[in-house]
């Protein structure tokens, strides 16, 4: 089983920087492509990012490209998601969520996809 822990959210003004952090409680935490997802109040889940197993590829949605990273640290079973030049549009339940199968060669973007997820951490952007 997989168990992961998102934190790091908050309130920020426009402009401003968070990082968030996923924490995993597994061992094969290193062969997983791992993602971020967020949703808005009224709005589905939408993908943010996602990183393969090594952290050597990485995909963006069109709406966070250049201003959000994705990243991992596997020695410490942790993704993250570093957000710069925060908009109110960027306001959301951010989740993070890792594959079943290990060692994935393709990094998908749709949430159906991903097995695991995590309970979310509220990002609050005023402007």
Same mark, same amino acid.
């Given at each position: 089983?997989?168990? *992961?822990?998102?934190?790091? /959210?908050?309130?920020?003004? %426009?402009?401003?920087?968070?990082? *968030?952090?996923? %924490?995993? =409680?597994?061992?094969?935490? +290193?062969?997983?492509? &791992?993602?971020?997802?967020?949703?808005?109040?009224?709005?589905?889940?939408?993908?943010?990012?996602?990183?393969?197993?090594? /952290?050597?590829?990485?995909?963006?949605?069109?709406?966070?490209?250049?201003?959000?990273?994705?990243?991992?640290?596997?020695?410490?079973?942790?993704?993250?998601?570093? &957000?710069?030049?925060?908009?109110?549009?960027?306001?959301?339940?951010?989740?993070? %969520? %890792?594959? *079943?199968?290990?060692?994935?060669?393709? *990094?998908?973007?749709?949430?159906?996809?991903?097995?695991?997820? +995590?309970? /979310?951490?509220?990002?609050?952007?005023? =402007?």
């Amino acid at each position: 089983q997989v168990q *992961l822990i998102e934190s790091g /959210g908050g309130l920020v003004q %426009a402009g401003g920087s968070l990082r *968030l952090s996923c %924490a995993a =409680s597994v061992r094969t935490f +290193g062969g997983r492509n &791992m993602a971020w997802f967020r949703q808005a109040p009224g709005k589905e889940r939408e993908f943010v990012a996602a990183i393969n197993w090594s /952290g050597e590829s990485t995909v963006y949605a069109d709406s966070v490209k250049g201003r959000f990273t994705i990243s991992r640290d596997n020695a410490k079973n942790t993704v993250y998601l570093q &957000m710069n030049s925060l908009k109110p549009e960027d306001t959301a339940v951010y989740y993070c %969520a %890792a594959r *079943l199968t290990l060692y994935g060669i393709t *990094l998908t973007q749709i949430s159906s996809e991903y097995t695991y997820w +995590g309970q /979310g951490t509220q990002v609050t952007v005023s =402007s």
